[in-house]
């Protein structure tokens, strides 16, 4: 299946895609062959989804997502009980550490989605165009 011109792609479908670990064209095939690594090509639809380049933006997604929910509810808890440094240290960290990690693959499939969505990086047909 050809994918359709950059001005007809859904912007919101294929980042909801993305975030599903899903193609962002066809919305089946999986998006990634490991936990942050996309397969070259679509094994439903053959869309080639090599032309990714997340880079460094899922990381700073998630660290803005986890830091706002991390921080809001330790100041809501710091606020409301009389925690030891002990138990603010075994609730903080390891939900950091959880929320980042389930968050990294939905986060970077969201953003190739959206490359996909708009043609960055050679998804529109030309490897010159950048968006
Ligand atoms: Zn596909």
């Not at 792609?9 to 095939?29: F, H, M, T, Y």
């Not at 094994?43 to 080639?48: A, F, I, T, Y």
């Not at 899922?58 to 509810?73: A, E, F, K, R, W």
Request: include cysteine.
């Amino acid at each position: 299946m050809p994918s359709p011109p950059v001005q007809f792609r859904s912007k919101g479908d294929a980042i909801l895609n993305g975030v599903k670990s899903r193609c962002p064209q066809c919305g089946e095939g999986a998006l990634f062959d490991a936990w942050l690594k996309v397969t070259p090509e679509c094994g439903r639809c053959g869309e080639e989804l090599h032309h990714e380049r997340a880079q460094d933006f899922p990381p700073y997604i998630t660290i803005t997502i986890v830091g706002h929910i991390v921080v809001t509810l330790l100041m809501i808890a710091e606020a409301s009980y009389e925690w030891s440094m002990g138990t603010h240290l075994m609730i903080w960290i390891p939900l950091t550490v959880i929320l980042t990690l389930a968050l990294m693959q939905p986060v970077k499939g969201g953003v190739v989605g959206l490359q996909w969505a708009i043609g960055m990086f050679g998804f529109g047909g030309s490897e010159e165009q950048v968006g």
